[in-house]
Structures are given as structure tokens and as C-alpha cells.
């Protein structure tokens, strides 16, 4: 049967994957949502930006906000896909789906949470030619109130993988939980998926097979076994604005979970993710952690990797209206910068593959993204001076040439922040309580 529906493979902008054809596991949510029509008779092909014309939707899914350029990058200067002359509809929701404003001419539809139980209604509306409304649904151009939709229930089924891509390491997933139990004020994840499933996790640690285990950093004293290697987070320089952002992780609870660490023989390795450029944060918060990390004194041997990532004021969460920072810049830290502290049963350093300042510009235009956007957008995706250069040269360039104040400020007035359009499972007056709380500890 001739399939009049196919999912859009591009390549996408960072290497953290060898491709984007969904033969692998890369994108779990695109084979949920093939799975869901063909169930319903809606056959689903692959295709390139090229060969859209051969069918009447085609569906984009972004798994990030970088996404999004990528996907402009290989569209946007394609008269096929060019507003009022292209001939079929594109279809566009996944993660990274926050924002339309940026990809707007190129895109009918955006789709804000999930979406396997209202594929096929949605799409064979499309395709017969159908009005279809929904609250999680946009129809471009305009722009309109949309909530992010929930999933009532886990997916009854195990979605099968194509194994083709040797790296990963299991054929097929159950899904056993959705969303984060934590609430951490500055998490997306958290308040565009509500938590259902009986696990207190949130990584889908099933799609690696069993890798790196990432463990919360409260569980750490509950590990038996040496564990080796473990991912885990504190998201915070200090104990204030750990808890004051909804990271309740104390200053002894780091040093007793390093210890615990060093309680195994030989050595463990801990990759320790922290948001970094916090609102309110100072060169005080900083080294109050790396003073509690000097206090741990562990009896064998722990490698502490600190990653720390730029905050976002992403949409929907109670920071989304707060100013971000682009610097200081954490992946200049090199050498002998790097390390924290370095004696024989602890090594402290900064992680090598921190973001830079202009990666963190990058998404805050997307996220952020209003009708003004469209020229630092499309300069940022072909313009040949940002193509090249360290990250330092491209903030200049960008600031020489383009406003990014409406990227980086404080929203005083919460209805102004520019995806206020976008609401969580969570009411907005409940969420603009706690962005008074998140303002006194940001003061």
C-alpha cells in the first residue's frame, strides 16, 4: 500500500548520533507514533527533505531545541517547502517541540507532549482533508494557547527496535514510567511530563541496556556494590541554591555520598551533572562546593567529574522567566584549571565537553524565539561568520550585529515571557507562586 504519510530524516546539528534514520533507538517516540497509525491502517514511510512531495503529511519530529536548526538548515532554502507553495503538510511535535515561532513558514502543525493516542484521529483528519483542533495542537500561523498533553497511562505494548546501529544494547522497550518524581524548579522535563509508573526514576536506563547506571544522588548511600562507574547529579554550586531551586541535596549529603563512593575497593568514577549559572549565583556559591568537596574524605579512591551546564529558563517551569547568563564560561576550563582537588584517594576536576556560551545562545533563541527572531535565527543557521570561529568570536559577532536582550532578561511580567502561550499539566497560577519563590532566591 502507497503510503501518504512519512517521517522526515535530517541530519542533525550536534554528532551525538551517527544518524537520524530511526533504524536505532535514537528516537524511541517516532516509532511510538508509527506504531500507533499503522495499528490504525495509516501507513508510515521514511523520507528526505527532497522526496516529501511524493506524500500528503509529513511528520518532523525534534528531540531538542537544536533540532530545530537542523531542521530549518536542510528545508529552508528548498522552494518545494517554501510557504504558499508547498503541497503537502508538515507535522512537527516531539521534546524539543517548545517553540514554533522559528520554524513557522516551514511547518502546518505543531504538536506540544504526547501524542500516540491521538495520532491517528489527528493525522486521518489531515489527510481527509479535515479541520482539526485539539488543545495541545497549533495550527500555524497563528499563534494560540496550547497545553501540553499528557499520557493517562504507560504504553501497553514493547516497541520494537531495528537493531542496526551496533551501539545500542536491546531490541526492544517497555515503557515503566513517564516524567520525573522531582520537581526541581528549573527542569522542563518535569513540568512537561507528568510522573505516572511505580519506578522513582527518570532516566529510561532500559534503552541503554544496562550502561553507565544514573542514580540520584540521595540513592547513593544505598548502592551495596561497587558500582565502578555512575552518572549522577547535584544541579547546584551550594546548598542555598540547591534547595532554594528544588535540588534538596545539603552540603553533607555530597560529602557522605563521596565517601560512600570510597567505601569500594579500588575505584569509582562519578560523572556529577550541575546547572551552572544559576539566577543569583556568585563566585561565593562556587567555591562553597568546592570546599565541601575537599572535606570528603574517602578511604579508597573516587575520580568526582563535575559537568556543569548552562541554566535555561526553559518554558512552562517556574525559572522560565528568569535571566540567563552566559557567562562564565565553564568549557574553558582546561589543564590545571580543571582540577578542584587532586590527592591520592580523591580527584576533583571539571568535566573536558562542557557547552560554550554560544551553544547556550543558540537554544535561548529558540526557546525564547518571537516574530523579531527570524534574522539572528537564519544568520545563525547560514551565515558564513558563524560557521567558524570559537565561541567567543561568535558572541561577538552576534551582539555587533543583533539584539539578544529579549534572550537573556529577567520577565518581570510573567505573561510577557514568549512561550507564555505554552501551559503545563500544572495551572499557571500555581507555577507563578512558585516564580515568586524562585525570585527571593534569585534576589
Request: proline share 5%; charged share 25%; with cysteine.
Amino acid at each position: 500500500m502507497k503510503a501518504d504519510v512519512a517521517i522526515l530524516v535530517f541530519a542533525p546539528l550536534k554528532a551525538r548520533r551517527k544518524n537520524n534514520s530511526f533504524d536505532g533507538n535514537d528516537n524511541v517516540g517516532v516509532l511510538v507514533v508509527k506504531q500507533a497509525l499503522e495499528d490504525e491502517g495509516i501507513t508510515v514511510d521514511y523520507c528526505a527533505p527532497e522526496t516529501a512531495y511524493k506524500y500528503k503529511v509529513i511528520l518532523v519530529s525534534l528531540t531538542s531545541t537544536y533540532d530545530v536548526f537542523a531542521f530549518y538548515q536542510v528545508v529552508a532554502l528548498r522552494p518545494s517547502w517554501a510557504e504558499g507553495k508547498r503541497e503537502f503538510k508538515v507535522f512537527v511535535g516531539g521534546f524539543g517541540m517548545q517553540n514554533p515561532m522559528t520554524i513557522r513558514k516551514y511547518i502546518d502543525y505543531a504538536w506540544f507532549g504526547r501524542f500516540e493516542n491521538e495520532a491517528a484521529k489527528i493525522i486521518g483528519g489531515i489527510l481527509g482533508g479535515a479541520v482539526v483542533s485539539h488543545k495541545s495542537l497549533m495550527v500555524l500561523p497563528d499563534i494560540c494557547d496550547v497545553v501540553i498533553n499528557q499520557a493517562n497511562t504507560l504504553l501497553p505494548f514493547p516497541i520494537k527496535l531495528n537493531k542496526k546501529n551496533k551501539s545500542h544494547q536491546c531490541n526492544e522497550w517497555t515503557e515503566d514510567f513517564i516524567g520525573c518524581p522531582n520537581k526541581c524548579m528549573f527542569c522542563h522535563y518535569t513540568w512537561a511530563r507528568k510522573h505516572i509508573g511505580v519506578v522513582d526514576e527518570y532516566v529510561q536506563s532500559t534503552l541503554t541496556g544496562g550502561g553507565t547506571p544514573e542514580i540520584l544522588w540521595r540513592d547513593i548511600p544505598s548502592i551495596k556494590e561497587k558500582p565502578g562507574r555512575i552518572r549522577t547529579a547535584i544541579d547546584g554550586f551550594s546548598e542555598r541554591l540547591r534547595t532554594g531551586y528544588g535540588k534538596r541535596i545539603t552540603d553533607q549529603d555530597i560529602i557522605d555520598g563521596i565517601e560512600h563512593l570510597g567505601s569500594f575497593s579500588g575505584n569509582v568514577v562519578a560523572t556529577v551533572y550541575n546547572i551552572c549559572n544559576m539566577p543569583g549565583e556568585t563566585e561565593d556559591d562556587r567555591q562553597q562546593l568546592y570546599s565541601i568537596i575537599r572535606k570528603a574524605k574517602p578511604k579508597n579512591r573516587v575520580v568526582f567529574v563535575l559537568h556543569s551546564t548552562p541554566f535555561r529558563p526553559s518554558p512552562v517551569t517556574p525559572m522560565s522567566h528568569c535571566a540567563a547568563s552566559l557567562f562564565p564560561a565553564w568549557q574553558s576550563k582546561r589543564g590545571g584549571s580543571a582540577r578542584i582537588i587532586e590527592s591520592d584517594k580523591l580527584l576533583a576536576l571539571h568535566s573536558r565537553s562542557m557547552e560554550s556560551p554560544y551553544s547556550h545562545l543558540m537554544s535561548l533563541v529558540v526557546e525564547r524565539a518571537t516574530i523579531g527572531s527570524d534574522g539572528l535565527f537564519h544568520a545563525i543557521c547560514f551565515a558564513s561568520k558563524l560557521q567558524t570561529g570559537t565561541s567567543a568570536q561568535k558572541i561577538k559577532r552576534v551582539m555587533a550585529n543583533f539584539d539578544t536582550g529579549q534572550y537573556l532578561k529577567e520577565y518581570v511580567d510573567y505573561k510577557a515571557i514568549p512561550t507564555a502561550f505554552l501551559k503545563s499539566y500544572i495551572d499557571d497560577s500555581k507555577i507563578n507562586i512558585m516564580r515568586d519563590k524562585v525570585n527571593k532566591v534569585a534576589a
